[in-house]
């Protein structure tokens, strides 16, 4: 049995409390109005970026339209002068009402010009607010984006071990059974997860947060200043109600294989027969079935549609080589740790380099669905399609190319070399690159949406990350401690001991 030991747990409640705090400092230091803002940009103006190119398109226009007031009046009066002399000597009594007529003129030209300045500040104004009240939406956004992305990245990468463990059990797979108590200790975390990432979505749709746009008041009805006519045309499919219930039946379904799977495989240990490991061939195969159409709908509601006027049909592929390939990377490292502390006796470098085998077929499998969505929307043109990466290119340059140098040079680099699959100090290398680069794919997937060009590695990503890492490994751990760590009446499980190649 596993125990569970006590700088380990103390490490997972430091990083949880830290986590709090900062999360917490990361809600009360996002601006509370547009004041704050202005502030805010006019800070960041002073180096003469970013923040001043805003100051400056802020600035009302009423100097320029001043100006151009005044010339028109001196032009009109002028004109008004040349008249009057124009007519050789004419008498004074008909010079008289030609310069009154020109000074009228004059006084009605700029009269009408200054009242064309007054509406013209006025708009640049409106716009000025406008603009201060989008950029107050994302900075409040920050930490609740922080929060969704590192919420999601860890109830997902779970989800990618428990896709592992029912792949290998319809594949009636020899090599791995000694490897499956890691797998469900790991799944423990899914209950939790799923708890925490659905009362955030809740939070969501009770307008404590700006996320999702198609949730903004009014975008649905056409006589609203914020209707959208496309997000109004999948209403159908993109609102609250339905939203929310297609969460639960995922969330819920998920949950319900894990439990099932893990008390069969428990209960086979007690068995005189193989009944218990056939009911668990049988609703793996039904999960799988569940998980392809549930995987790829999930994506669109819970990341795509912060994007709501694009969509790629190859979405729903890519989130899950994402959190696939992180999710056995995981699996690589807690058994890599479990071993280094005299567990697991029956786990050898064969079994390892099988782990890091997968690890390097699903980078090369992430990276040919990235470029395959990257090409084909970038050679194609099509405007709405093409601002998807336009935005990212522009404003999230680094952590956009950063990911594929993380998910896919590096793992080519270190992993496509035999020996390297056999080294635990490499595999545990190349994984913590593996598991950040895909936290910085998922913070690509939905920070430009949500937080706009007002994004940057804070707190409050730093902070969101260590409060579920810190979770993550409390609940994990826990689990591996309430039951032996092999499986022993599996049929496979001779068979996985002594596997070797």
């Known amino acids: 049995m596993y125990t569970f030991s006590s700088k380990l747990k103390t490490f997972s409640f430091i990083l949880m409390a830290v986590g709090i705090l900062g999360i917490g400092y990361g809600f009360f230091n996002a601006p509370k109005d547009i004041h704050e803002v202005e502030n805010i940009l006019s800070a960041a103006s002073h180096g003469g970026g970013h923040g001043e190119a805003h100051h400056e398109e802020a600035k009302p226009a009423h100097e320029e339209v001043q100006a151009a007031t005044h010339a028109e009046a001196e032009a009109v009066h002028e004109e008004g002068q040349a008249a009057a002399h124009g007519e050789g000597q004419p008498a004074h009594e008909e010079v008289q009402p030609a310069h009154e007529e020109a000074k009228a003129a004059a006084h009605g030209e700029t009269h009408a010009t200054a009242k064309h300045a007054a509406e013209g500040e006025a708009d640049a104004h409106a716009e000025h607010e406008e603009h201060l009240t989008h950029v107050l939406h994302q900075l409040q956004n920050k930490p609740w984006a922080a929060l969704y992305v590192a919420c999601i990245f860890f109830l997902l990468i779970t989800m990618g071990t ?10 009636v797979a020899g ?28 939070l969501c749709g009770l307008h404590f947060n700006h996320l999702f746009p198609w949730m903004a008041e009014g975008i649905t009805d056409p006589s609203s200043p914020n209707f959208d006519k496309l997000v109004a045309g999948k209403a159908g499919y993109l609102n609250f109600g339905f939203w929310i219930v297609r969460a639960a039946i995922f969330l819920i379904g998920w949950n319900v294989y894990r439990h099932f799977s893990r008390k069969n495989c428990l209960a086979q240990d007690d068995s005189n027969d193989n009944s218990f490991y056939k009911k668990n061939f049988n609703i793996s195969a039904g999960f799988l079935v569940f998980f392809i159409v549930s995987e790829s709908i999930m994506s669109w509601d819970w990341i795509m549609s912060f994007d709501p006027h694009w969509f790629s049909t190859l979405f729903g592929w890519y989130v899950f080589a994402s959190f696939f390939v992180s999710g056995i990377t995981l699996i690589a490292m807690v058994t890599i740790y479990l071993k280094s502390k005299g567990y697991l006796e029956y786990v050898n470098t064969s079994h390892i380099h099988d782990l890091a085998k997968f690890m390097f077929g699903i980078s090369i499998f992430w990276t040919y669905l990235w470029f395959s969505q990257f090409m084909l929307i970038w050679y194609a043109n099509i405007p709405e399609e093409i601002t998807y990466f336009i935005t990212r290119i522009e404003l999230y340059n680094l952590p956009f190319f950063g990911a594929v140098v993380m998910n896919f040079v590096f793992p080519l680099l270190i992993l496509l070399n035999t020996d390297f699959k056999r080294i635990s100090w490499v595999i545990v290398m190349a994984g913590t690159v593996i598991l950040l680069g895909h936290y910085v794919d998922f913070f690509n997937m939905i920070m430009p949406a949500t937080v706009g060009d007002q994004w940057f590695i804070g707190v409050s990503e730093i902070s969101s990350v260590l409060f579920f890492l810190g979770l993550f490994i409390f609940t994990v751990f826990t689990a591996l401690t309430k039951v032996p760590l092999l499986a022993k009446r599996n049929p496979y499980i001779e068979e996985s001991k002594h596997f070797h190649y």
Request: glycine residues 6%; charged residues 5%; aromatic residues 18%.
């Open 162 to 171: 428990l896709v592992f463990y029912a792949i290998q059990q319809v594949a």
């Open 175 to 202: 090599w791995s059974p000694v490897l499956f108590r890691v797998m469900q200790g790991i799944t423990a975390y899914l209950p939790i997860g799923s708890v925490l990432f659905f009362v955030l979505l809740v």
